[in-house]
């Protein structure tokens, strides 16, 4: 480890010291263990899925959809305490690189009402080594400011958020047809066919065979 920052455990000790319940307390529990460590992305975007599942009157384990802003250390905490993955259809990431996800409960209609909750940076003036490191200044260093960095993410709870009520569309669950790859010879569903091959041969190769 390259800096100095609270472990696991004590994470947790000022968590308690500070006042959350138990159930956040097993939010971070769950989470640091399966992002491999506490990045402070994940561990504010703990309190942003915790905020947004408040808003919409869900509880952990009631199916709700995500959509997340960034590929950064968010979509974990969606998928360990939503259990929104991209698995299970649940999860759409847009790489957009705002730190902000949007949540809703499910719809049999072409559209849904929901929340979006996000960093605020007008908000971070009141915690300095937060704004910093938000902002990638040179003036932040995590080997000297990480434990500073996780005690205002601590302290600052939802004061650093904002949320907005929006409106997403929905696309329902359709039936599909499978299609062979005339390059390939796979199968894949047919509405992922460009012309007469698979994206894996052509838009989206990522591959040479050896």
Known sequence: MDHDEYTQDE?????????????????????IPFHTYPAPGMLIAIGMVDYALELIE?????????VCETQKCAPDPLQIIAHCTIGNNRLKIVPIGRFA???????????????????????????????????????FSKK????????????????????????VPVKQKEK?????CKTCGEAIPEYLIEGDH?????????????
């Open 144 to 167: 000297t400011m990480a434990k500073a960095l996780q005690d205002e993410i601590l302290k600052s709870k939802r004061s650093i958020l904002s949320v907005q009520k929006v409106k």
């Open 11 to 31: 994470l947790l000790a000022k968590l308690t010291e500070l006042g959350y319940d138990p159930r956040f307390q097993d939010y971070y529990r769950n989470c």
């Open 198 to 210: 698979c994206a894996g041969c052509g838009s989206l190769r990522y591959y040479d065979l050896l």
């Open 101 to 139: 996800i949007t949540m809703n409960r499910p719809t049999l209609g072409d559209s849904a009402e929901g929340v979006r909750v996000f960093m605020d940076p007008v908000k971070l003036a009141a915690w300095p080594t937060l704004e910093k490191w938000f902002a990638n200044s040179p003036e």
């Open 58 to 66: 869900a509880k952990p384990g009631e199916k709700v959809f995500a």
């Open 176 to 180: 599909w047809r499978s299609a062979v």
